[in-house]
C-alpha cells in the first residue's frame, strides 16, 4: 500500500519546529493578509508600514496602473482562454514585450505567466543530457528547480565566490558539451550583487552561456533602473539570457526572458512553460505595461529607493545591527543569532504597526536567520527610522522577555 499522502505533508509541523512551538502559538508570522493587518492596525490609530512586499519602485496601486488595469478588463476581458500560439495571442503582448525589450537594451523579450515558471521552464529546456549548469549556492529556488528538471549535471559554485566557479570551470569544462552558468543580479535574501562584469569575463574564457536572474534588479540597481547591467556598464547583448519578473517593480505578475532575437524567435515555437501554458492576461499585461512607463517617466523613483535603503542600512549599522553582505538598495536582512529571537522581533514590530516577517530555514541556512527587509520608494524616513528604533531598543534589553501580543490577521 502506498504511504498516506497526509504523513509527508508534515509542513505545519515544521513550522512549529523552526522557532518553536509554544511561541507560535501566540503569534503565527506566516500569511498574514496584509489588508487585515493594515484595517486592524488603522482602527488602532497605528501608522501600518509593510516592508514584507517588493514593491520597490512604490507604484503598487498607482492610480495610471489601476486605470491600465481597468480598461483592459473592459476591452480585451480577464483570461486569454488557449496559449498564445494557438488562440490566447492579443494586441498587446507584443506592444508590451517590445516595450520592455527597448527599456533593458537588449533585442527580443518574452513573457510567460510567472517568474518561477520562467527560471524551471527556460533551464531545463535549453540544457540537455550532456551540459552542465553551474550555479551559485544561494540560488533562488526556481533556479534549483530548472536545474532538477533538466537532465543536465548540475554543480554548484559557493556564494559569489568567481575564483571558485572559474576553477570548477577549468577543472570540468571539458566533459561537457554545453555549459550555463546562473546567477542572479541582486540576491533576494541577503541583498549582496554578483560580479557581473567578472561573470561575462569567465563566460567568455570557459565557452560558456550565461542566465542573469535579474528578478530583484530591474527599478533597483542602475540610475533608470535597468538592472545589473546598467549598474556595472555591462552591455546586455554580452548575457546570454536575462530572466525577469512582472511580480515586484512591474506590480503586477508573471515572467520574462530577454535574449537576443533568434533565440526568442526560438523559444516562442519550443519552450514548453510558454508554448503549454495559457497567455500573459491582458490585465496584468496592461498594468506591468503602464508600471513600465511609469519608471521611465517617474525617475525620481530609482533614486527615493536608492536613498531610502542607503538610509536603511546606515540607520541599522548606527545601532549596532548586522546588515549582512547587503549593499544596501532594494533588499536588505537583518541578521539574528537563532530563529526564536527572529520570530519575537517580528512579533514585536507586527504589534507596533510594522509587518516584517521572519525568514527561517526556507530560502536562508538554518544558522542564518533573519528579519528581510524590502525598501520601496514609498517609504519615508519616518518609517525607517521607526522600524530600526523598535529593534535597537529591542536589543538593547534582549533579556527582558517578550510579551506575547495578538496576531492583527492570519
Ligand atoms: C531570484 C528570483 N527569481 C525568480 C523569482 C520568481 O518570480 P515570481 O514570484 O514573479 O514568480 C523570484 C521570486 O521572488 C526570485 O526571487
Known amino acids: 500500500m502506498a504511504p498516506k499522502l497526509n504523513s509527508l505533508a508534515d509542513y505545519a509541523n515544521r513550522r512549529f519546529r523552526f522557532a518553536g512551538k509554544s511561541y507560535l502559538e501566540h503569534y503565527d508570522p506566516f500569511f498574514v493578509a496584509i489588508d487585515a493587518a493594515r484595517q486592524e492596525a488603522e482602527a488602532q490609530g497605528k501608522h501600518f508600514v509593510s516592508f514584507a512586499n517588493y514593491d520597490y519602485l512604490g507604484l503598487a496601486g498607482h492610480p495610471a496602473i489601476k486605470a491600465a488595469a481597468i480598461n483592459a478588463v473592459e476591452t480585451l476581458g480577464i483570461g486569454v482562454l488557449a496559449s498564445r500560439l494557438v488562440g490566447g495571442e492579443r494586441s498587446t503582448h507584443k506592444q508590451f514585450e ?16 510567472s517568474g518561477y515558471l520562467t527560471n524551471v521552464t527556460t533551464i531545463a529546456h535549453i540544457m540537455g543530457s550532456q551540459d552542465a549548469i553551474f550555479i551559485d549556492e544561494l540560488s533562488h529556488n526556481s533556479i534549483v528547480s530548472g536545474a532538477k528538471a533538466a537532465s543536465s549535471t548540475t554543480i554548484t559554485f559557493r556564494h559569489n565566490d568567481l575564483d571558485h566557479l572559474d576553477h570548477l570551470l577549468r577543472e570540468k569544462r571539458d566533459e561537457f558539451r554545453h555549459v550555463m552558468i546562473i546567477a542572479e543580479s541582486l540576491y533576494s535574501m541577503d541583498g549582496d550583487i554578483a560580479d557581473l562584469p567578472r561573470l561575462v569575463e569567465i563566460k567568455e574564457k570557459h565557452r560558456a552561456w550565461l542566465l542573469m536572474d535579474e528578478a530583484h534588479s530591474i527599478g533597483v540597481l542602475g540610475q533608470d533602473g535597468r538592472g545589473l547591467c546598467e549598474y556595472t556598464g555591462v552591455d546586455p547583448s554580452q548575457v546570454d539570457l536575462i530572466i525577469g519578473t512582472l511580480s515586484k517593480t512591474f506590480a503586477s505578475c508573471g515572467g520574462f526572458i530577454a535574449a537576443a532575437k533568434p533565440v526568442i524567435d526560438w523559444l516562442r515555437y519550443t519552450l514548453p512553460g510558454f508554448v503549454f501554458s495559457v497567455g500573459l492576461s491582458p490585465v496584468i499585461t496592461a498594468a506591468a505595461q503602464s508600471a513600465l512607463q511609469l519608471v521611465q517617466k517617474e525617475t525620481w523613483r530609482v533614486d527615493k529607493l536608492r536613498r531610502n535603503a542607503e538610509l536603511f542600512v546606515e540607520v541599522a549599522h548606527e545601532a549596532g545591527l548586522d546588515t549582512g553582505p547587503a549593499i544596501g538598495r532594494g533588499v536588505v536582512p537583518i541578521l539574528f543569532s537563532d530563529s526564536y529571537e527572529t520570530v519575537a522581533a517580528s512579533q514585536h514590530l507586527i504589534a507596533n504597526g510594522y509587518y516584517v516577517p521572519p525568514i527561517i530555514q526556507i530560502g536562508v541556512p538554518k544558522n542564518q536567520p533573519r528579519l528581510r527587509f524590502f525598501l520601496s520608494a514609498s517609504h519615508t524616513e519616518e ?24 496576531t492583527p490577521a492570519g
Request: aromatic share 2%; net charge positive.
Open 383 to 406: 518609517d525607517i527610522r521607526g522600524v530600526i528604533g523598535l529593534l535597537a531598543k529591542r536589543a538593547s534589553r534582549q533579556s527582558s522577555p517578550v510579551q506575547p501580543a495578538t
Open 98 to 113: 517590445k516595450q520592455l525589450a527597448n527599456f533593458l537594451g537588449v533585442e527580443s523579450v518574452m513573457t510567460l505567466v
